[in-house]
C-alpha cells in the first residue's frame, strides 16, 4: 500500500509574475499534478475519472471539497522546487492530502486538498464509499496515524 510521493520540479518562467516570483494559484496546479502522479504511481485512475461512464469501467469521480495552501518563502522562475505529497487522513468517502513544497530542503509552501469520492449528475450527485480497488492500495501515512492516535 502507498501512502507518498516525491517530484522535482523547475519554476517555469510562465507560472511567475511580474515580479519574477511564482504567481500564488501555480501551487494548485502543482497540487492538481501531485495528486494524478501519485494516482498514476499506483496505476489507478487519477482524479479525472471518466464520470460519464463511456468506458463502462468507471461510474466515480472526485470532487474537491478544501483546497489551502500556505506560502512561507519566495519562489522565482528556474528554482528547483522538491514537491513531497501524502495521505494525513483516508475516510470512507475521501482523501486528504498534505503538500510540501522545499527549496534546497527547506520548506517554502505547505498546501492541503481534501478529496471527496463521488458520483452522479447535478442534484445527483453525491459523495460514495471509496472503491474497494483504490482502498485497498492506498493508506494513511504512518506519521499522520500516530499523530490521530494522540
Known amino acids: ?9 523547475r519554476v517555469q518562467f510562465h507560472e511567475t509574475d511580474a515580479a519574477g516570483i511564482i504567481f500564488f494559484a501555480n501551487y494548485f496546479k502543482w497540487m492538481d499534478e501531485m495528486e494524478g502522479e501519485f494516482f498514476r504511481s499506483l496505476n489507478l485512475p487519477g482524479p479525472l475519472v471518466d464520470h460519464w ?20 518563502k519566495i519562489v522565482v522562475f528556474d528554482d528547483v522546487i522538491e514537491t513531497h ?15 510540501s513544497f522545499s527549496k534546497n530542503g527547506e520548506e517554502v509552501a505547505r498546501g ?37 492516535g494522540r
Not at 463511456?54 to 512561507?72: H, P
Request: glycine share 8%.
Open 1 to 9: 500500500m502507498a501512502y507518498e510521493i516525491r517530484h522535482t520540479r
Open 53 to 72: 461512464g463511456a468506458t463502462g469501467k468507471y461510474n466515480y469521480d472526485w470532487t474537491v471539497v478544501k483546497a489551502t495552501c500556505e506560502y512561507k
Open 85 to 99: 505529497v501524502w495521505v494525513k487522513r483516508k475516510g470512507t468517502k475521501s482523501l486528504t492530502f498534505t503538500f
Open 112 to 148: 492541503e486538498k481534501i478529496d471527496c469520492c463521488t458520483s452522479g449528475l447535478g442534484d445527483a450527485h453525491k459523495g460514495i464509499p471509496l472503491p474497494d480497488y483504490i482502498a485497498q492500495r492506498i493508506e494513511q501515512a504512518p506519521w499522520e496515524t500516530a499523530e490521530a
